[in-house]
T-cell receptor, first 115, second 113 residues
Framework: DQQVKQNSPSLSVQEGRISILNCDYT??????FLWYKKYPAEGPTFLIS?????DKNEDGRFTVFLNKSAKHLSLHIVPSQPGDSAVYFC??????????????FGQGTTLQVKP | GAGVSQSPSNKVTEKGKDVELRCDPI?????LYWYRQRLGQGLEFLIY????????KSGLPSDRFSAERTGESVSTLTIQRTQQEDSAVYLC???????????FGPGTRLTVL
């Protein structure tokens, strides 16, 4: 059972435009969400996060929106740049017995920003 | 080093052989995680170490998989009697605490022929 889903395997946008990456989750106990970016042959790098007590978090060109009622979050990149081309993973965590804080990742969305 | 390092970067092995993957976390990070990513799939949690607590092994797919960590330093992931479905990129991450951001290594690409 996939608790975190990224239904779009790929997205292509023009440089300067907005990129919107979507993520849906099923576990209402998730209380912390993160986005990671991954370039080929490298490990994922942390991009931005949001706590479930917020509905928006902004960091420069990156904004994450959380809609708890819809169990949906999105990452907006404005303006998109060719260097943003990468695979983007959303991840979620929930307090569990033992509180290991393990992250559940989506399948990833490959973003291509065309010059 | 400044980041998480993993070795080897690539490993090709024959079905049935054992393999050992190594992870050097960021110095001072008490939490260490192993994930794997199979082709076309997301990151799959395998195991988690936090300080001297018992590890969370709930993600290990079978008893052929095991991992150890020496104190708050190096960790090794061992896969015994490898199968073709074990082929994946194995990623290690560390963080300064349970709630801390995970810093990932570059991964080890394992190919089982």
């Amino acid at each position: 059972d996939q608790q975190v889903k990224q239904n779009s395997p790929s997205l292509s946008v023009q440089e300067g435009r907005i990129s919107i990456l979507n993520c849906d989750y099923t576990n209402s106990m998730f209380d912390y969400f993160l986005w990671y970016k991954k370039y080929p042959a490298e490990g994922p790098t942390f991009l931005i996060s949001i706590s479930s007590i917020k509905d928006k978090n902004e960091d420069g060109r990156f904004t994450v929106f959380l809609n708890k009622s819809a169990k949906h979050l999105s990452l907006h990149i404005v303006p998109s740049q060719p260097g943003d081309s990468a695979v983007y993973f959303c991840a979620a965590s929930a307090p569990e017995a033992g509180n290991t804080g393990k992250l559940i990742f989506g399948q990833g969305t490959t973003l291509q920003v065309k010059p | 080093g400044a980041g998480v390092s993993q070795s080897p970067s690539n490993k090709v092995t024959e079905k049935g052989k054992d393999v050992e993957l190594r992870c050097d976390p960021i110095s001072g990070h008490t939490a260490l995680y192993w994930y794997r990513q199979r082709l076309g799939q997301g990151l799959e949690f395998l195991i988690y170490f936090q300080g001297n607590s018992a590890p969370d092994k709930s993600g290990l797919p079978s008893d052929r998989f095991s991992a150890e960590r020496t104190g708050e330093s190096v960790s090794t992931l061992t896969i015994q009697r490898t199968q073709q479905e074990d082929s994946a990129v194995y990623l290690c991450a560390s963080s300064s605490s349970i709630a801390g951001v995970r810093f990932f290594g570059p991964g080890t690409r394992l190919t089982v022929l």
